[in-house]
């Protein structure tokens, strides 16, 4: 890379945090439990919006695993998202009614948290919807996997989003609060992935899954990505550029071997596709909130009104982690 | 007779001060060595967890950095406190802070009475190592090394080289002949005691205090030229990575560990409870005095390194996407090209299928849309028949296509009326085998119903397409299987290709051919060539085909030829 390239990304990275910066005001306090945090506590982070039902079984999910504590940030919810959160005990939540967009899709407010919060931490970063399943996850807690990582020298950790959706139209089995979603949406596509190597940042975008078969295959370009690098050892200069797909420093990117090896990598599993999504989709695309224009959610929108299925015969049910490991969708690279 | 542990502790002290209680309260003398980088008030609390044993000692303390001598000069101010303050000890067995003993100290004293003139070290001359990280073996022996490796990786690479090019080559002292191994050893009385008493250990001191890593080098070389019976071996369960830094263990390895009949094992996840309640507080024994037995742990590991460093051919995912010609292997597994054929044969893939007992794709690289055998509009993996999404990433479709399907074999059918962009991969790739009927495209031309002019256009612009296809099938930097008939060629025998093909695809079911499929019609072929030649055009890639003569394959003239032997 040249000296001129490398000036101009860390003149983007600076320009992250500036906006962050100037954005913080945005940020109300509702429930500031930051003091609380232990040295070396893992953390998450999180914005949503109007997700109530999802969130009981999203905090256990997480607390099961290790996380110590929550960083959310809340965009205007009405359904008492907001309300519940805050009276977690080891949750911290701030509430914005500024625009999604404008905060480059939440980026800005969790690149101020993470600055002020989460230097020298282990983060992860998620939405509501999204769990993380890495190795031998059943049997060792996010702690082994951030402990084995730090004596391996590695500062981030690949996990590729794998959208689950259930057999059948998504409205004929509601979703519960506190139920686990993948009681519902059990299914996942197995191996229809593209990659493509993302040459400025050094990531790789993987585009692919259910959403690129159903929704978007005459225009594959347009496709969501899949690629996240949610879990990091924070340092405060640290920004993710765009949501969680990469990163700056742009080594930090380098998540992937590139002679033929496999790094270790885990898997955010998406419940997106359950009852909920038709009305999110209704109101994602009334607010314009989203990526491109929304495009993504427009074509949801035009689809869903057929009532698709997800489901193919193909489709793979999920069992656990082995299984995705097996398929070929994230490994255990030299951790035994 | 006794056995006493020195400790080497850096973290997680408390479970360094459970292990040391188990083996102090199974009267095994203990010397705790704490890394001086650690503060004042966890080394105090760890002395307040065992002030109330009498058998438990603590050395002065030296700082530990990697590689570096503090470790060694730990080690010797440890165990001359051991030998000096427990005159019963025989064996003194290292160990660090995130050991376990896995099984009962009173095995592991009984192994050692009935061996009591051994010394457990692995001790293994520098040209017969292959474990070294950063290929310096003699090398840690005859450079200086006074920059941090984990600090100042750049300088202290520089630094070496400097010295190999200069030829800068220190002197090994005399009577020593350097050694490696792993650092936990387990040593008797009298070789530690010669080690540590020898009259020119200032002088050797001086020496290793220079050498790279001398934990590892030390008393591996020392004990040489003391002992009287090496025993080369470590009695500690302890794996490394291709980093250098050793494996841990976790809950999860109970079972292996507890099948392993090794005595102490390192390195343990200090959260590993599981592990520490069931090793240090329930009482296994029961169990025959059994070998050490590491070889399932063994796998294990190098399986788990393996994976890191080759990974899994024809797997392209989030955490592994090799470079061009990294791949150890462009797709998953053998399968096959078929060009020409169906154009050559009426329902070839049907007869294919049949005869081979697999799926045969038609068109996989059809401009429209994807010919996934059965005419399936979404494959394995849930591949989609969209053109589209195939044409956005063309090697990542194929080489899915080859990973869904593994155990399975893949043929499809390819021709210059398909999308070119695979044309490279599937020739540099060992596990495509390619088979071409040269000028195949023609006969759908012929049998069309278009203007002349039409057809010697569109023949014209496939004849280019193969062509430049053959020539990079024909270049030196094919890897794939391959063969090439001409059209002519292929007629006027088609059996035998058939076989060797249909043998590739199904080795195990050795039977002969009895069936060909049916040829198209080729009647007037000749002349249509003609015709094209006629208009200008030079068709050369169905070979030599006579005009007006029709081609007379060898299977009208001799019926079932394969059955007789």
């Given amino acids: ?336 | 007779m006794s056995v006493g542990f020195v400790m080497l502790c850096h973290t997680a002290l408390d479970r360094a001060a459970e292990v040391a209680r188990h083996w102090a309260e199974r009267d095994c003398p203990v010397v705790i060595h704490v890394d001086r980088r650690v503060e004042r008030p966890a080394y105090d609390g760890l002395m307040a967890a065992l002030a109330d044993l009498g058998n438990v000692r603590f050395s002065g303390r030296y700082a530990c950095e990697w590689g570096t001598w503090g470790i060694v000069a730990a080690t010797q101010e440890a165990a001359t406190l051991m030998l000096r303050e427990f005159a019963e000890v025989r064996h003194v067995y290292l160990a660090s802070g995130s050991c376990l003993p896995l099984r009962p100290v009173e095995e592991l004293r009984r192994y050692l009475d009935s061996r009591p003139r051994t010394d457990f070290i692995e001790s293994v001359t520098t040209s017969d190592v292959g474990w070294t990280v950063g290929g310096l073996n003699l090398e840690r022996f005859t450079l200086r090394f006074p920059f941090s490796w984990r600090k100042r990786r750049r300088i202290f690479d520089w630094y070496v080289r400097f010295q190999r090019r200069i030829g800068f080559c220190r002197k090994v002292p005399a009577g020593l002949v350097p050694h490696l191994g792993s650092q936990w050893w387990c040593l008797t009385r009298q070789t530690l005691s010669a080690i540590l008493e020898s009259p020119d250990r200032a002088e050797t001191d001086r020496y290793f205090r220079r050498v790279w890593i001398p934990d590892e080098s030390y008393f591996q070389t020392m004990v040489r030229l003391y002992s009287t019976n090496v025993e080369s071996r470590s009695l500690t369960l302890s794996k490394f990575d291709y980093q250098g830094k050793p494996h841990i263990f976790y809950d999860d390895h109970l079972q292996l560990l507890r099948r392993s009949d090794c005595f102490v094992a390192r390195k343990i996840w200090p959260q590993a409870d599981k592990l520490y309640d069931t090793f240090l507080h329930n009482a296994g024994g029961g169990q025959p005095a059994a070998e050490p037995n590491p070889g399932k742990i063994d796998r294990l590991f190098s399986k788990a390194v393996e994976r890191r460093i080759k990974g899994r051919a024809g797997l392209y995912m989030q955490s592994r996407f090799p470079n061009e010609n990294w791949e150890n292997g462009r797709t998953a597994a053998p399968y096959s090209v078929l060009e020409g054929f169906s154009e050559v044969f009426e329902n070839f893939e049907v007869w294919l299928g049949k005869v081979a007992g697999t799926r045969a794709h038609g068109h996989l690289f059809a401009p429209d849309r994807v010919e996934f055998a059965g005419n399936e509009t979404v494959f394995s993996g849930a591949l989609s028949d969209s053109a589209a999404l195939r044409d956005y990433a063309p090697k990542n479709f194929l080489s899915n296509l080859i990973w869904n399907t593994r155990g399975e074999r893949q043929c499809f059918q390819f021709g210059p009326n398909d999308r070119q962009d695979c044309s490279w991969f599937m020739a540099c790739d060992p596990n495509a085998q390619i088979s071409v009927i040269s000028g195949a495209w023609a006969i759908p031309l012929f049998h069309s119903n278009q203007n002349f002019s039409d057809i010697r256009r569109e023949a014209a612009r496939l004849q280019k397409i193969e062509a430049d296809h053959i020539g990079i099938l024909r270049s030196h930097y094919a890897k794939a299987r391959i063969r090439i008939w001409t059209l002519a060629e292929f007629v006027e025998n088609p059996m035998e290709p058939l076989q060797s093909i249909v043998d590739e695809i199904s080795p195990r079911s050795a039977r002969r051919l009895t069936e060909a499929p049916r040829l198209a019609d080729l009647k007037g072929f000749g002349q249509f060539l003609q015709n094209l030649r006629n208009q200008g055009m030079q068709p050369v890639l169905m070979g030599d085909f006579p005009t007006g003569e029709d081609p007379t394959p060898a299977t009208t003239r001799r019926r079932r030829p394969y059955l007789v032997k």
């Fill in chain 1, 1 to 336: 890379m040249s000296i001129l390239g490398a000036v101009k990304l860390r003149s983007r990275r600076r320009r992250a945090h500036l906006r962050a910066f100037l954005k913080r005001h945005q940020l109300k306090s509702v429930a500031d439990r930051t003091r609380g945090i232990a040295a070396n506590a893992i953390l998450l982070l999180c914005t949503l919006r109007n997700e109530r039902v999802r969130l009981p079984f999203f905090l256990r999910y997480y607390r099961d695993l290790g996380v110590e504590h929550f960083l959310f940030v809340d965009n205007d919810s009405d359904d008492g998202s907001r309300e519940f959160l805050a009276d977690q005990p080891d949750v911290s939540i701030w509430t914005t009614s500024a625009s999604y967009k404008a905060s480059r899709f939440g980026v800005d407010w969790l690149t101020w948290l993470q600055r002020r919060y989460c230097h020298q931490h282990w983060c992860l970063t998620v939405d509501v919807d999204e769990f993380l399943v890495y190795p031998f996850c059943e049997t060792r807690p996010l702690r082994a996997l951030t402990d084995w990582l730090d004596s391996s020298a590695i500062r981030s950790f690949s996990a590729m989003m794998l959208d689950m959706y259930p057999k059948g139209s998504m409205q004929s089995r509601p979703y519960h609060e506190g139920q686990n979603p993948f009681e519902i949406a059990q299914w996942f596509d197995s191996g229809n992935y593209t990659i493509h190597r993302n040459g400025g940042l050094g990531n790789l975008w993987i585009q692919g899954g259910p959403r690129s078969r159903v929704f978007f295959p005459d225009q594959p370009a347009m496709a969501p990505a899949l690629n996240k690098i949610p879990l990091v050892h924070w340092h405060r200069s640290y920004a993710y550029v765009s949501s969680t797909h990469m990163l700056l420093p742009r080594g930090l990117n380098l998540v992937y071997d590139e002679w033929g090896g496999e790094k270790a990598s885990g898997c955010l599993l998406h419940a997106k596709f359950l009852d909920t999504f038709a009305s999110k989709a209704a109101e994602e695309m009334q607010r314009g909130q989203h990526y491109g224009a929304s495009v993504e959610y427009r074509s949801y929108q035009e689809k869903l009104a057929k009532q698709p299925d997800l489901w193919c015969k193909f489709s793979e049910k999920y069992i656990n982690w082995r299984q995705l490991e097996i398929l070929g969708l994230m490994s255990k690279g030299n951790w035994a």
